[in-house]
C-alpha cells in the first residue's frame, strides 16, 4: 500500500540546514513495528506519523519515532510536523494558524505563521520541568566528551518529556573538539537518568546566545543538528532558579554547524511567581520533497 511523505528541514529557513525529518501525513493503518521499520528505512532523527485525532478539540494524532525508539515527544519533530500539515495543506488553515498535536506525552500546541515567505512553527508546552540530582561530576563528564575537566563549567539533569544530561563548556572551541568516548559513556551516562548529552558554551543569562551539540546514542542518533527537546528543558530549568525573578526567559541557540547543518532555534520559558507556567521552542521550517512510500502488507495493522 502506497503512503504519502514529505521531508522538511526543521529549524533552517533555507533548504539543506536544520534537522531532518520525514512525515507521513496520513498514517493510518500502519503497525507500530511497521512505524519503527519505516523511521529506520529514513534514517533520520526521527520519522512521524501522522493518525486520526481522539479529541474532536484537537487537529491529529501524531507518534514520533527515532531509527531505534518510539519518543513521547521530541521539539523538530513536533513544529517539523505542524508546519508540513499546513504547507501541503493537510489541515484547515486558520488565521491564526494554531495545531493542537495529540502525542504521548499528552496535547502540545503549535503556532504556525509565514515570515519572509516561508513557515516559522512554535510548539508550547505547560508540563512541568523535571530537574533532579546525581547529574556526573564535571571530570566523569569531561571523560565522555574527551576534554579536559577545567574545560567544563558545570553539569546538570533536566527535562520535559525527554530526559537530557547538560554540560556547560568553556567555549565554542571545546564544544567543536569534543569527541564521544564510548566506553566512558557506557560507565558514567548509559544507565543515567538520562543518557543523552546536550553540551553548550554561551552565556545562560536571559538572552544569552548558545553553541550547541548533542548525542543520544540509544536513540540511534549519533549527533543531533537541532534538539528541540532539550532547549526547551533548558530553558525551563535556568527559569526555575529561584535568583531569576524575571516573568520570561529567553535563549537563542545554535546547533548542527560542525555537522554542517546550521539550525536556529528560539526558546522561552513563562515564569509567574516561582513557578513555570509554559515553555515554547521555534523556528523555521523549509519544504524538501514530498513522495510515496510502498508499505508491505508485514508492516500494515493486520
Known amino acids: ?10 529549524f533552517s529557513s533555507t533548504p539543506f540546514g536544520g534537522n531532518q525529518l520525514a512525515v507521513l501525513p496520513d498514517a493510518a493503518g500502519i503497525s507500530t ?37 518510539e519518543l513521547d515527544f521530541a521539539g523538530h519533530p513536533t513544529i517539523g510536523t505542524a508546519c508540513a500539515l499546513v504547507m501541503k495543506q493537510h489541515v484547515r488553515l486558520s488565521d491564526p494558524i494554531r495545531l493542537i498535536l495529540e502525542e504521548n506525552i499528552g496535547p502540545v500546541t503549535v ?17 512541568k520541568i523535571e530537574a533532579p540530582t546525581g547529574a556526573p561530576s564535571p571530570t566523569d563528564l569531561a571523560a565522555v566528551l574527551s576534554i579536559e575537566p577545567a574545560e567544563v563549567s558545570q ?17 565554542n572551541e571545546v564544544v567543536d573538539r ?38 543520544a546514542p540509544t536513540l540511534g542518533i549519533e549527533e543531533d543538528p537541532a534538539t528541540g ?15 531569576f525573578s524575571g516573568t520570561a526567559y529567553h ?30 521552542v521555534g523556528g523555521a521550517t523549509a519544504w524538501i520533497a514530498s513522495g510515496e512510500i510502498e508499505v508491505p502488507p508485514s508492516a500494515l495493522v493486520s
Open 1 to 10: 500500500m502506497k503512503y504519502t511523505f514529505h521531508i522538511v528541514d526543521v
Open 33 to 69: 513495528e511497521g512505524m519503527q521499520k519505516i523511521a529506520r528505512e529514513f534514517n533520520f532523527g526521527e520519522t512521524t506519523f501522522v493518525l486520526p485525532k481522539k479529541d474532536p478539540a484537537n487537529t491529529c494524532r501524531v507518534r514520533i519515532f527515532s531509527p531505534r525508539a
Open 111 to 127: 503556532d504556525v505563521a509565514q515570515r519572509k515567505g516561508g513557515f516559522h512553527g512554535t510548539l508550547t508546552l505547560s508540563g
Open 155 to 171: 553539569v546538570f539533569f533536566a527535562g520535559v518529556g525527554v530526559p537530557f544530561c547538560f554540560a556547560q563548556l568553556n567555549s
Open 178 to 215: 569534543a569527541v564521544i568516548n564510548r566506553a566512558a559513556w557506557a560507565a558514567t551516562l548509559s544507565r543515567a537518568w538520562s543518557p543523552h548529552i546536550f553540551f553548550f558554551a554561551g552565556n545562560l543569562r536571559d538572552d544569552g546566545k548558545l553553541y550547541a551539540r548533542m548525542w
Open 229 to 243: 527537546a532539550a532547549c526547551a528543558a533548558l530553558v525551563g530549568a535556568m527559569a526555575s532558579k529561584q535568583d
Open 251 to 280: 535563549l537563542s541557540i545554535q546547533q548542527g554547524v560542525s555537522m554542517g547543518r546550521r539550525s536556529e532555534i528560539e526558546a522561552e520559558a513563562c515564569k509567574s511567581g516561582s513557578v513555570v507556567t509554559s515553555v515554547s
